[in-house]
């Protein structure tokens, strides 16, 4: 719930302050949609990474602790090529 509350506050503010006619809005807020939803998946992600670290933060050794930081590496990544 938060995060849809965050969201809307966020297209709310962007709608005030980028004036578009009808076609760019169009145009402009099926993007923005894309955008946010793959950017949910990546921050999903990113939380199940730092989930499963403290989940098993007592019992992992150092090889074992590179597959999180690896898999935050990939996940900023995909973050980054958004």
């Known amino acids: 719930m938060l995060r849809t509350d965050l969201q809307s506050t966020q297209k709310q503010i962007i709608a005030a302050n980028i004036p578009l006619t009808d ?25 199940s990474i730092i989930k499963d670290y403290a989940a098993n933060l007592g019992t992992l050794t150092d090889n074992q602790a590179q597959t999180p930081v ?11 090529q958004l």
């Open 70 to 80: 690896s898999r935050w590496a990939e996940a900023d990544q995909s973050g980054y």
């Open 23 to 47: 076609v760019e809005a169009q145009k402009f807020w099926l993007l923005y949609e894309q955008y946010t939803a793959v950017k949910a998946r990546v921050n999903d992600d990113e939380l």
